[in-house]
DNA sequence: CCCTTTAGTTGTCATTTGATAACAAAAACA
DNA sequence: TGTTTTTGTTATCAAATGACAACTAAAGGG
């Protein structure tokens, strides 16, 4: 069966993709977050502006808890929300000056470790890379 | 810089995949294991037999804490342990009858998800996509 | 205007997970 | 043979995370 097959690809492939993003962003966490405020505040650095809500349902946490670790986010200074004059109960939740501070460091200690695990690679290979990643991304993890 | 530009994308493209394949996988744990239990149990699955030391490796956990879930998986009938002959400090660690099965049953509910997913897709996209997967595992993923 | 829904908060408790020290036994090595 | 290294265990403690109840305030709908 052609299906089982492709099935087994996905599975082998999402696993080798957990274990090398696990192992590139391993240690890029700052000091001061814990894991989950780690995974929050990347999220809402490439999805800012978010609300509460938008955190709880992508994060596949509960509201009180999504609360609490964004409100200790910003305690410790590295996002901001302010009130949506539209609706006064949403907030729209950003990184501050310091946030974003914080994830361009980790992002780039992640760029680096990316370009050390593809050096070496022709520009026709890189180009083959990047068509692939554009095809899953649209046809298989959209 | 069109190194950044690749970048970018594999950032992008590592979340979606984390995104979908938790999507995916979500409430398919047997109720009576942890989430890091089921991960373990996930990487025997694909892996045996392994060794405590491997499970504590490609986890990225300390050695006290895998013994101790290991030690809960063993006690749940889910994973049996054999003393290696040759090393008698190594042990070998597999599904038992009962983990095959409740891994079966997992990853059955994750195909039917998988192939929801990719529903109306063409033989030639179908095939577009298994190359895609090849390639990514063997130049980036790896 | 009342009622319901949506968005978020606070507090509390249980469970899970992580960290560390101290240990045992087999293997490797000198 | 004695020492060191590897592989794993047990116990204990702290921190992180999850679950739930009770609550507030704004918005929406009749």
Do not use: W
């Not at 097959?5 to 996905?10: A, C, E, G, P």
């Not at 670790?69 to 929300?81: A, H, Y």
């Not at 009130?83 to 680096?112: C, H, W, Y």
């Amino acid at each position: 069966m052609d299906n089982n097959q492709l099935f087994q690809k996905f599975v082998a492939f999402s696993a080798a993709v957990h274990q090398i993003t696990n192992d590139i962003t391993k240690d890029v966490k700052s000091e001061a977050l814990t894991p989950l405020q780690y995974k929050i505040l990347e999220y809402i650095a490439v999805s800012q502006p978010v609300t509460l809500s938008e955190v709880s349902d992508c994060m596949q946490m509960s509201m009180p808890n999504t609360s609490r670790e964004v409100k200790k986010l910003s305690e410790k200074g590295v996002c901001t929300r302010i009130t949506d004059p539209d609706d006064r109960r949403k907030q729209g939740i950003k990184l501050s000056a310091a946030g974003e501070a914080l994830m361009n460091e980790a992002f780039q200690q992640i760029a680096v470790r990316f370009e050390q695990r593809i050096a070496g690679i022709t520009a026709a290979e890189r180009k083959e890379i990047e068509q692939a990643l554009d095809l899953l991304q649209h046809k298989v993890f959209y």
